[in-house]
């Protein structure tokens, strides 16, 4: 948030829920996730992706030099998670919940500048038997991020609940037929929830349109 109360900029660094197959080659694509929905709700900022399928915490350590320390961010919002839970399951590479959180707070470290910051608490909704297995995994990784949050102030979007919650009515299956990647529905419950935490954490009220386009 700027000091005349605008939105600013706004930088979102993540995985493939951020990336949501934007252009990597324009750097106003947003993808067609939940940063579009953000977006279009906030015409009045700038908005910024810069999220990457496939990452996990080390791999956003990787290119943090490049992807978000030019970035002169406002606001930075940081979700990751999940890739360091599936990993372990389909290539045998685990994160522990330490690891994570020593990537984690190397990368807080190293925000540029001083920005409101958005934590996104990573999700799992199974829907195969053998993804329960990933709820433990993944349990350590969300308690570290909630923790950071606390400590740093950072605004927090608690997706696991809120996902888990929504899943018990449409089914996991249509809100992440793998799992994993969002869709429609979820892409803007997703929305929703960062809007509610930014408004929270920026103590103004943001006009949420999400619901009502596209």
Same mark, same amino acid.
């Given at each position: 948030?700027?000091?005349?109360?605008? $939105?600013?900029?706004?930088? /979102?660094?993540?995985?493939?829920?951020?990336?949501?197959?934007?252009?990597?080659?324009?750097? =106003?694509? +947003? !993808?067609?996730? /939940?940063?579009? +929905?953000?977006?279009?709700?906030?015409?009045?900022?700038?908005?910024?992706?810069?999220?990457?399928? *496939?990452?996990?915490?080390?791999?956003?350590?990787?290119?943090?030099?490049?992807?978000?320390?030019?970035? %002169?961010?406002?606001?930075?919002? @940081?979700?990751? !998670?999940?890739?360091?839970?599936?990993?372990?399951?389909?290539?045998?590479?685990?994160?522990? #919940?330490?690891?994570?959180?020593?990537?984690?707070?190397?990368? +807080?470290?190293?925000?540029?500048?001083? &920005?409101?910051?958005?934590? @996104?608490? &990573? /999700?799992?909704?199974?829907?195969?038997?053998?993804?329960?297995?990933?709820?433990?995994?993944?349990?350590?990784?969300?308690?570290?991020?909630?923790?950071?949050?606390?400590?740093? *102030?950072?605004?927090?979007? $608690?997706?696991?609940?809120?996902? =888990?919650?929504?899943?018990?009515?449409?089914? #996991? %299956?249509?809100?992440?037929?793998?799992?994993?990647?969002?869709?429609?529905?979820?892409?803007?419950?997703? #929305?929703?929830?960062?809007? =509610?935490?930014?408004? *929270?954490?920026?103590?103004?009220?943001?006009?949420?349109?999400?619901?009502?386009?596209?």
């Amino acid at each position: 948030m700027t000091s005349s109360g605008t $939105p600013g900029r706004l930088v /979102f660094v993540g995985d493939s829920i951020t990336d949501a197959g934007r252009d990597r080659g324009d750097a =106003t694509s +947003l !993808g067609d996730g /939940f940063v579009g +929905l953000v977006a279009r709700a906030l015409p009045d900022a700038e908005v910024v992706n810069v999220g990457i399928g *496939g990452d996990r915490a080390v791999d956003l350590e990787a290119r943090w030099e490049r992807d978000v320390a030019p970035s %002169a961010p406002d606001v930075l919002t @940081v979700y990751v !998670g999940v890739n360091d839970t599936w990993r372990r399951f389909d290539a045998g590479d685990p994160t522990s #919940a330490e690891s994570f959180e020593a990537t984690y707070r190397r990368l +807080l470290e190293r925000v540029p500048g001083s &920005p409101r910051l958005v934590l @996104v608490e &990573p /999700f799992v909704l199974p829907v195969r038997d053998e993804q329960q297995a990933w709820l433990d995994d993944l349990a350590g990784k969300r308690d570290v991020v909630t923790r950071l949050a606390a400590e740093t *102030g950072a605004a927090l979007v $608690p997706l696991h609940g809120l996902l =888990t919650r929504a899943a018990e009515d449409a089914g #996991a %299956a249509a809100l992440a037929p793998d799992g994993v990647h969002p869709t429609p529905p979820a892409s803007r419950i997703i #929305a929703d929830a960062w809007l =509610t935490a930014y408004a *929270g954490d920026a103590q103004t009220i943001v006009d949420n349109r999400v619901g009502q386009q596209g």
